[in-house]
């Protein structure tokens, strides 16, 4: 049915073979559903005749807060290591300060196995 003028004897046929209620209402169906679509897709075109798909506004805002937070965590992330480290090299300088005395008394601590009570 590319054209009304072949639409027109369509119609007039089948209004000459009197077909059934049932059949007359899926053709009905058929064309308002073709119809609307049709409708549909020109309202479509006249409301959005250049659309790009392009990024929106509140894109580039989601975009650019998520970066901003992403900086914000490596800055929040390298400022920890750099504590941790100052730690780390506070804690070996004083390890290195503290004289470290071994005397005779400290071995390797052994378990007498007669003053268990109970096997563990």
Do not use: W
Not at 83 to 93: H, I, V
């Amino acid at each position: 049915m590319e054209t009304l003028e072949e639409l027109v004897p369509f119609v007039i046929e089948m209004v000459s073979q009197k077909p059934s209620r049932g059949l007359l209402k899926v053709y009905l169906v058929g064309s308002v559903l073709a119809l609307l679509g049709t409708v549909l897709g020109l309202v479509e075109t006249m409301c959005h005749p250049f659309s790009s798909g392009g990024m929106t506004d509140a894109d580039i805002d989601l975009l650019l807060s998520r970066r901003q937070r992403t900086v914000e965590a490596e800055l929040q992330h390298s400022m920890t290591e750099e504590k941790e480290e100052k730690k780390e090299e506070e804690e070996k300088e004083e390890m290195a300060r503290t004289p470290v005395i071994i005397s005779k008394m400290q071995g390797p601590s052994q378990r007498i196995s007669a003053n268990r009570l109970h096997a563990s």
